[in-house]
Nanobody
Framework: QVQFVESGGGLVQPGGSLRLSCAAP???????????MGWYRQSPGKQRELVAS???????NYADSVKGRFTISRLNARKTMYLQINNLSPDDTGVYYC?????????WGQGTHVIVSS
């Protein structure tokens, strides 16, 4: 079980941007560098969904709803992953989590809240 730590969320107006960060525990090296990692989003009243993923080599994939606005990146040497979110809309409101892809039985972190509102 590896619990990642998400940060960078906040309240932002429509059209704004945010950069979310995901950090792996200091004691963990092989897990982060070996697995595909992803950002998941749970919007109010909806199931958690995978919105972006990056393989350990940096190949990326995005949900159709975020293509062109979200950019995922990872720095394996620092066990850190980012999600740049541009042109935010109210539909992007939710709690964002990072985790393995597939998540399997790995635990979830606290997530970081993103609220898009004018």
């Amino acid at each position: 079980q590896v619990q990642f730590v998400e940060s960078g969320g906040g309240l932002v107006q429509p059209g704004g941007s945010l950069r979310l960060s995901c950090a792996a525990p200091r004691s963990i090296t092989s897990t982060f560098n070996s697995y595909t990692m992803g950002w998941y989003r749970q919007s109010p009243g909806k199931q958690r969904e995978l919105v972006a993923s990056a393989t350990r080599l940096g190949n990326t994939n995005y949900a159709d709803s975020v293509k062109g606005r979200f950019t995922i990146s990872r720095l394996n040497a620092r066990k850190t992953m980012y999600l740049q979110i541009n042109n935010l809309s109210p539909d992007d409101t939710g709690v964002y989590y990072c985790n393995l892809v597939p998540q399997g039985t790995n635990s979830w972190g606290q997530g970081t809240h993103v609220i898009v509102s004018s």
